[in-house]
């Protein structure tokens, strides 16, 4: 038999069989400025292939193969990379676990390299939600630790509460209306996310072709440039730099470089070969920067890498933030930032959207600078819970999920 959810209201949310059709249950969430779905880990099928096709029927991608122009308008996912993510989540003994998928509208190509800051402000919300978490009677607040198998970090959350237990609808972040759930995210240790390092290729800057970039890895590896090394300003719109396909050929060329300069590997340990980081959904992201214009410290234009974001990434954010306050990088050169001798550093990145706030906690020792810890403000909301008739399910699948009732 599948578990019920812990709240009792919930219990009708099982892989169940209607009018001889598989209905999954999922919850359809946004974290910060993404959105996907998240799913309890005790539905999922035991078997990685049944696994890969359940994820592919709900968000609407090939099940095979590529489908180029595929809109999604048989699944839940929303063709930007920024709304094809899931998380498979679950409840353990120190928190919460999670297991990001990200996926992409035209291949059946799921990644599972890397995590996921914005969305990551769902799981309290989902956990609250569904029952995994219960909240203390009177606190203002649930605090937990997400363990990401993705990259196995962790990440504290703090979920904001009212006096009824409820989650008080007062968090405002640029890029999405309106005020919703607020969560305080906190991430311990970040450097090295993939590589293991603070800068994969042991120097704050380097040349590939004829410009300078910086390769990082905190919370994800990433190439920062200067816009203008590209012949672009850094303030154009999302829209306009996808437009510009010699842009997106050049980006390309200079991301699979770094990568392998920065020996990008596959979850599985092999070594990330040229093709395999061209056509990668994940590694390593890209970063292009113009100075600040609106009252932040750094403008950024961020590549998700195979499209421009409509914000700014939160990992993304991180790293490019803690990329400021190391000595010799690309950003550190452009960025506005006063001096400060603190330990703990607001970095703010003005983006397409407005302004993102990121705190950095940094050291200075005899081997340079030490980032321990960033931290940022999220807002996330339930879409929608319900069940998703699998119409098109194998018959594995099916069995799977049918048999078990």
Known sequence: MWPCFPDPALAHLVPSLRRGVVEFPVFHVRGGTSTGLVLWARHMPDDPDLRDELLRHLMGVPLDGALPGNRQCHGLGRIAPTGNKVFIADREADGLVGTLAQLAADTSAIDWSVNCGNLSAALPLFALDSGLLVPPAGADRISVTIRNTNTESRLRAALRLDRDGGVPADTVIPGVDGGF??????????????????????????RIGDMWVTCMDVAVPMVIAEAAAFGKTGYETPAELDADGALRVRMREVRVAAGLRMGLRHPSGAAMSADDLARSETLPKLCLIAPAREGGHLSARYFTPQHAHASLAVSGGCCLAAACLVPGTVAHAMCALPADDGASREILLENPVGVLATRID???????????????????QILLRGLFPLYRASGPLRACLAGRR
């Open 181 to 206: 759930s607020g969560v305080d995210l906190f991430l311990d240790a970040p450097v090295g996310a993939k590589t293991g390092r603070l800068l994969p290729t042991g120097v704050p800057r380097e």
């Open 362 to 380: 940094a050291q200075t020792s005899v081997d340079g600078v030490e980032i321990s810890g960033a931290a940022y403000t999220r807002s996330a």
